[in-house]
């Protein structure tokens, strides 16, 4: 394994910390979100190549602001502060910072007045996004001042010879020019740092870790059909090969051609050994006349995990499992709290419930990584791009995008709607722009329409194209016309039953991605 370089990113309480571990990872060195809580020594004990301080939402001088432990800077380990941070830093740093009343929030022009190694390169007046009411308007002694704004005297500095440097304004939004460029000046220029943190070296890290936790015994995996399962299962049977059992459950509420992904192009990518369970008839015996979305969610929940644990429990008595693949990604990781190795949990913590009996330790192969990287991996492991790049999709499935109760004939024109959305959006190459693209079927409402010459009373379907960072706030996107027209007319004319296309144009909240 690879003895990456780490750079620490302390978390002031802003939501910009995990953006700044990502662009760090970008420039492809590992980083780590730490608490402003830690000591400069627990920091240290970490040993960090670099340490980067985040923005925050107080005011350096409001009782009980996160502090900053002067003694980091007697420790020889280069620091960069970002707004908050840089403030901290001047602060600490026997700088004054003052509520001058002028704040800035947003866009705002930032003139470099002396490039220094940090700003190197860059245009003598760029836009950058600020959002901060103090201002730092001494730097500390040996610092040199390289750029202001109308509002901030000081707005970046650096001391070369200690290795420190910092910026009022958020390099790490896209909305700031040169962003990256002013970040990685900092982790390479002035730094020193390598750039070791590539898909491939995650890879083999990934393989050698699961390696030494494995050694011969057994894995099992539930495939989803989402690229995290999918992922984690393919790092795992790289690393051990045929001690590894995926199991799919086939609930029939997957999307068009989804579940044959699975079951024919993930397995011939991989190789993997793949158990189907195929009980489509049970999910929709259990989903009959049901019309609730909660009580339609607990029954899906329900019928997997029965169906999991039959599957699970029978490859268990026939060899002996030891393990259970989890697809954790790193942002779930920071938001409870951190920790480090695997965690031996009861299984109902994670695929829902499994009996006492069963019980088996987790791995989590993708517990540093954040969901781009997820992707890169997978496309290093060679999976077939739509599943690399498949948009999030609820596990209850297409069962929460019929409103009304869930059918075969229902969910046949479903997935011929969904098939034809999706493809019209591919076509105009849309994919990545787009968060997720529910395709809802409102099965206890028609309409009036009129198809050839004869009055119809159909089904109205719902195109709900969502723009969004994740999931917990979302914009509607704004597609273009053609493109909504071509799925509105094909919709129509392709799918028996369905008279009418609506497009939703609420942002969540109110309204969430999915309508039930
Ligand atoms: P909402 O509709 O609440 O969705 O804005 C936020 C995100 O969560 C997904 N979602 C689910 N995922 N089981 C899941 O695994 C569910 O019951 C479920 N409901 C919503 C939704 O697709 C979106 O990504």
Known sequence: MINHERVLVVDFGAQYAQLIARRVREARVYSEIVSSTLSADELLARKPAAIILSGGPASVYADGAPSLDPALFDSDVPVFGICYGFQ??????GGTVERTGGREYGRTSLAIQQSGVLLESLPSAINVWMSHGDSVTKAPEGFDVLAHTAGTPVAAFEDRGRRLAGVQWHPEVQHSQMGQQVLEHFLFDIAGLTPTWTAETMVSDAVAAIQATVGDRRVLCALSGGVDSAVAAALVQRAIGSQLTCVFVDHGLLRAGEAEQVKQDFVAATGVELVVADEKDRFLGALAGVTDPEEKRKIIGREFIRTFEATAGQLAGERGIDFLVQGTLYPDVVESGGGEGTSNIKSHHNVGGLPDDLQFTLIEPLRTMFKDEVRAVGEELG???????RHPFPGPGLGIRIVGEVTEERLEVLREADRIAREELTAAGLDREIWQFPVVLLGDVRSVGVQGDSRTYGYPIVLRP??????????????????LEKMSTRITNECEGINRVVVDITSKPPGT???E
């Open 513 to 515: 991605i999915e309508w």
């Open 466 to 483: 969502v723009l969004s960072e994740d999931a917990m706030t979302a914009d509607w996107a704004r597609l273009p016309y053609d493109v």
């Open 383 to 389: 999976l077939p791009e739509e599943m690399v790049w």
């Open 88 to 93: 901290a830093m001047a602060q600490a740093l």
